[in-house]
Every structure is written in C-alpha cells, then in structure tokens.
C-alpha cells in the first residue's frame, strides 16, 4: 500500500460516518429510527450497519432498541493458516441507553455467516491437506 492510500486510509479511519432520520434526544416526538454506520476496521477495510429501532424515555433519559444489517471484511488465523480474508454479514439486535448529559452506553448481539474469499480458499487448500472452510457461522456480542 503507497503512501497516499495510508494517509487516505487514515482520513477515514479519523472520520467515522453516521446517518440517522432521527437522533435520540428527549425532546423528539418521533420514535422512529432509521440510519446507517460506517467506518473501518483494524485490517483497513469497509464495514457498514444499516438498523431501524424505536426510542423511548426512562427515567428523563433516552433509550434506543434497534435491529439491523451488518457487513464486514477482516482476516484471521485458522488451523495454522493466516491471512484467511472472509466478509460477514449478519443481522443483529442492540440497545443503547443515552444519558441526558450526551453519553450513551450500549450492547449488541448479532448473528454473522462469514464466507471465505476465493484466494483466500486456494491458499488455504496449498497450505493444508484438508479441504478449505467455505463458510462458517459465528454469534457476536459487543459492547459500546
């Protein structure tokens, strides 16, 4: 990667996008959110969530329940191999708590199928008597 795609990278990476019709304030009297997230990952490349969810108020303060699509590329190690580069897809389902104060805290769950790249695939098949994982499917849980 030449230089100008680091620093590109790095712009972005500065620079996390985020799209909502609505945003969770108090005094909103719609309760419907739609949006989209997107930044970068560690590995340098594109991930993207697009969610719907409904706001509500507890206690003076905002709280947010969503469920949406997500989509990611990253590489890991498996069974001795590394560098296997796959994109996941997965739906999820979270909720986050807004403070009147502008902080929020959150957790997510979400249900990812990760498909194996076809390179990735053939580098796996030189580097291992057994045949290459095409998919795998995975639950994650996070915290925000």
């Known amino acids: 990667m030449n230089t100008l795609s680091r620093l590109l990278m790095l712009?972005?990476?500065?620079?996390?996008?985020?799209?909502?019709?609505?945003?969770?304030?108090?005094?909103?009297?719609?309760?419907?959110?739609?949006?989209?997230?997107?930044?970068?990952?560690?590995?340098?490349?594109?991930?993207?969530?697009?969610?719907?969810?409904?706001?509500?108020?507890?206690g003076g303060n905002v709280g947010e329940a969503n469920i949406g699509y997500a989509t990611f590329k990253r590489s890991t190690r498996f069974d001795g191999v590394d560098n296997l580069w796959y994109t996941s897809h997965g739906l999820f389902c979270e909720f986050n708590y807004h403070y009147k104060t502008g902080l929020f805290v959150g957790a997510r769950l979400m249900l990812n199928y990760n498909f194996i790249n076809e390179a990735s695939q053939q580098w796996y098949k030189d580097n291992n008597t057994k045949d290459p994982p095409v998919l795998f499917p995975g639950i994650a849980p996070y915290g925000q």
């Open 11 to 58: 712009l972005f990476l500065l620079w996390t996008f985020q799209f909502c019709i609505h945003a969770a304030q108090p005094t909103n009297t719609e309760h419907v959110l739609i949006g989209i997230n997107g930044g970068l990952t560690q590995q340098e490349t594109f991930s993207g969530d697009i969610f719907g969810g409904y706001t509500f108020l507890i």
